[in-house]
């Protein structure tokens, strides 16, 4: 018996340093670093020494935020930069106060170095002159004591607006230009091919503005949510429910809130309210409150996802859009053999439903631009999933969603002034490889469509899916001619 | 005597050759400015003819998925022409411009012909497959738009571009001479052929 103890301890032992060894609390993205590099760096024709990693996670190049600080001072661009291990501060338009290793190389013993360790790939509090940004950076001590935060080459261009091009180690920055999305070289390093479908549009005029297979049938996880948010503005506006209506917990809803996908822990002596059960969904995207709505309106959610299902046929969504539950976390089919299934939708189709709810219940954004709310009966804050709520201005949702199935996927919508008037921006972008470029994707798209509206198109996406020639056309509609036939 | 009452006759003729020479002159000079004046008070329309053009356009555009001579492009496009208005400066000088409204109005007959040809086209080829489904309906479903939508995004375009027009119609020139009754006017540039213009009567929507 001793000798059966000794043996568990000698196998249990070695588990548990492993489990001690894991980082507390959220880990959002664990990047993996190529050896440091030393780059050069052009600023207005001026030349300087640039500190890189190269992050293989999101096969992007990290500069030192202190090196360009350094070589921006005395631009129009110039910014001042803190950093400390717990948060980067950044005031712009004031010369930067250097505090030593600026612009100097990696030294050997810091080239030979592991580091993987040293440097993690997550959003260390940022605050740009105040305002908090959601960026992922790598934050570490390159020199003893003076910490240094590595970003995004392309990320601290849009921040500070101005041109930055990256070529072989060598990153040139004009400051008398501003910062443009250049698509056609975007589409040429197949920049999108990272996600499975990426669609920006105009909501107010309904324009598509970039699409990437916008047809491809998707995995929508979280961002189902929408649909939720919208049935329940339908019970709502039809009187059948209140927005300050009590909603008892059932015990599924319970259970749910208790397991590995919980977000709020909800009793089934718990009386909360619809208000309240809307924030913590669309907020914190909390998948019990979604099934608390869907029971509240419909009585179950198996009645509600009927429900959803039928307005996705009104909307006009095609086929292809298909919804098992309210919240879009995987579900099991009732079948003998049982099929693992997800809510599934493509990318027009989403914008087709986000249109429509930004038309028919704009109050939405009042929700989804909020950072965070307070939710009094379940004594919860519900915190933003978006981070592009505080990275970029204007931006008023909508909601992230993840799952295993469906990778990273997030629909923003931005509001922009143009000489036309307001319009809304909306990005969808499904199946992204990580939620660092899910971000990313976003706010490039973002960014891009912002300058169509206000200065004009740059860029013309042709639909390559769509006919061309007459013959092509017809051709496409005997097909469907066909297999509504059959 | 007599010599003084041949002189005074002879003064006379002088005298009422001068007043009618002064009267003609008088005359030409009124009628000059009068349609100076008539020219000056209207704006001017003439029209420019695309039905030709949009013609061929949709012909081409549906050549190679036709069955044969079935469709009767000409038949279905109607008259498509657009204004080009004249408006009057001054001493013969004047300024060309497009008219917005009938622009849009063009690019909207010969949408809607587009339509109607392409929707002929594969209702034709439907029923040679056998088919009998709403050609409209099949043609939105396939599409996930309307086909005029669908048309002036991805098909070659059938009619040059308002901007395209406009740079061409655009003009300041002066007239070598121009002749105008009131309600038609007819200018005739150096060495071009004469232009005739009706008397417009609509807002000038550039």
């Given at each position: ?5 000794r043996?568990l301890?000698?196998?249990l ?24 590099e ?5 600023v207005?024709g ?9 992050v293989?996670?999101?096969n ?13 001072s005395?631009t ?6 803190s950093v400390s ?11 930067y ?6 612009n100097?190389p ?5 080239m ?7 440097f993690?790939l997550?959003?260390?509090?940022m605050f740009?002159?105040d ?5 992922f950076?790598l ?6 004591g003076?910490?240094d935060?590595?970003?995004n ?5 849009m921040?500070?607006?101005?041109k930055?091009?990256?070529d072989?180690d060598?990153?040139?920055?004009d400051?008398?230009e501003?910062?443009?999305?250049n ?11 990272a ?9 107010t ?5 970039y699409?990437y297979?916008?047809?491809r049938t998707?995995l929508?996880a979280?961002?189902s949510?929408?649909?939720?948010y919208l049935?329940?503005?339908?019970a709502?506006s039809?009187?059948k ?6 909603v008892y917990?059932s015990?599924?809803v319970?259970?749910l ?16 309210n619809?208000n ?17 709505l ?11 996802v009927?429900l959803?299902?039928?307005?996705a ?7 292809s859009?298909?919804?098992?539950n309210?919240?879009?976390l995987?579900?099991?089919?009732d079948?003998?053999v ?7 939708s ?7 439903l ?13 929700i989804?631009?909020m ?9 919860f ?6 981070p592009?709520?505080y ?16 990778m990273?996927?997030?629909?923003s ?10 319009h ?8 992204a ?8 994707v976003s706010?490039?798209?973002l ?10 198109r740059?860029?013309d996406?042709k ?5 061309q ?14 297999r509504k036939?059959? | ?14 005298a009422?050759?001068?007043i ?6 008088v005359?030409i000079?009124?009628?000059?400015t ?16 695309l ?5 061929e ?6 050549r190679?998925a ?14 498509i022409?657009y204004?080009?208005?004249?408006t ?5 000088e004047?300024d ?6 009938s ?12 339509e ?17 489904g ?7 479903e396939t599409?996930?738009?309307?086909l005029?939508?669908y ?16 740079s ?15 309600n ?8 071009a052929?004469?232009?005739?213009y ?7 929507n550039?």
């Amino acid at each position: 018996m001793n000798r059966f103890k000794r043996l568990l301890c000698i196998l249990l032992l070695p588990l548990l340093i492993c489990l001690l060894l894991v980082p507390e609390g959220r880990v959002y993205a664990q990047g993996e670093q190529e050896a440091p590099e030393n780059g050069r760096l052009y600023v207005n024709g001026k030349t300087y020494t640039v500190k890189l990693l190269n992050v293989t996670y999101t096969n992007n190049t990290y500069v030192s935020l202190r090196d360009m600080a350094s070589a921006l001072s005395g631009t129009d661009k110039q910014f001042d930069v803190s950093v400390s291990k717990s948060e980067i501060t950044i005031k712009t338009g004031i010369p930067y106060g250097a505090r030593g290793g600026e612009n100097e190389p990696f030294d050997e013993e810091a080239m030979e170095a592991d580091f993987t360790y040293n440097f993690n790939l997550k959003t260390t509090p940022m605050f740009m002159d105040d305002v908090e940004l959601k960026r992922f950076t790598l934050v570490g001590s390159v020199t003893d004591g003076v910490y240094d935060c590595f970003i995004n080459v392309p990320e601290l261009a849009m921040m500070l607006d101005t041109k930055m091009t990256f070529d072989n180690d060598e990153l040139y920055v004009d400051t008398s230009e501003e910062f443009s999305v250049n698509m056609e070289e975007l589409e040429e390093d197949e920049f999108f091919m990272a996600s499975r479908s990426c669609l920006l549009a105009d909501a107010t005029t309904g324009e598509i503005l970039y699409e990437y297979d916008p047809d491809r049938t998707v995995l929508i996880a979280s961002t189902s949510k929408l649909m939720t948010y919208l049935l329940v503005m339908d019970a709502i506006s039809e009187g059948k429910i209140g927005m300050y209506d009590t909603v008892y917990i059932s015990d599924a809803v319970s259970r749910l809130s208790y397991g590995e996908d919980g977000v709020v822990r909800l009793d089934t002596d718990l009386e909360t309210n619809v208000n309240e059960l809307i924030k913590a969904m669309l907020l914190a995207s909390s998948n019990e409150c979604a099934m608390a709505l869907a029971e509240h309106v419909a009585g179950t959610e198996a009645e509600f996802v009927k429900l959803m299902n039928a307005k996705a046929e009104s909307l006009g969504l095609s086929e292809s859009t298909r919804f098992y539950n309210s919240n879009g976390l995987p579900t099991y089919t009732d079948d003998v053999v049982t099929a693992k299934v997800q809510n599934r939708s493509t990318a027009n189709d989403m914008f087709t439903l986000v249109k429509y709810l930004l038309a028919v219940y704009p109050q939405v954004t009042e929700i989804t631009s909020m950072k965070e709310a307070s939710l009094p009966s379940m004594g919860f804050l519900a915190r933003n999933t978006n981070p592009l709520l505080y990275n970029v201005k204007g931006t008023i949702g909508l909601k992230t969603g993840t799952t295993n199935g469906a990778m990273c996927c997030l629909i923003s919508a931005k509001n922009v002034t143009c000489g036309d008037g307001d319009h809304i921006l909306v990005s969808l972008v499904f199946g992204a490889e990580s939620n660092v470029l899910r971000s990313f994707v976003s706010e490039i798209l973002l960014d891009y469509g912002t300058d169509v509206l206000t200065k004009g198109r740059t860029y013309d996406p042709k639909d390559p899916a769509k006919p061309q020639t007459a013959e092509e056309l017809v051709q496409a509609v005997l097909k469907t001619a066909d297999r509504k036939a059959n | 005597m007599a010599a003084r009452k041949r002189r005074r006759g002879f003064g006379g003729v002088i005298a009422v050759f001068v007043i009618m020479l002064l009267l003609m002159s008088v005359m030409i000079f009124f009628f000059l400015t009068k349609e100076e004046r008539l020219a000056k008070q209207s704006k001017w329309v003439r029209q420019v003819d695309l039905t030709e053009s949009v013609t061929e356009g949709i012909e081409d555009y549906i050549r190679l998925a036709r069955l044969g001579d079935e469709i009767d492009v000409k038949a279905i496009v109607p008259s498509i022409e657009y204004n080009v208005i004249l408006t009057f400066k001054s001493k013969g000088e004047f300024d060309e411009a497009l008219d917005r409204a009938s622009y849009e109005e063009c690019e909207e007959l010969a949408y809607n012909a587009f339509e109607e040809a392409v929707t002929a086209l594969v209702k034709k080829r439907l029923e040679a497959g056998g088919h009998t489904g709403d050609p409209t309906e099949l043609i939105t479903e396939t599409l996930g738009c309307d086909l005029i939508s669908y048309l002036k995004e991805n098909a070659p375009a059938i009619l040059p571009s308002f901007d395209e027009l406009d740079s061409q119609t655009k003009r300041s020139t002066r007239a070598e001479t121009y002749l105008c009754n009131g309600n038609t006017l007819v200018i005739v540039e150096n060495g071009a052929e004469p232009v005739l213009y009706e008397k417009w009567e609509g807002e000038i929507n550039e």
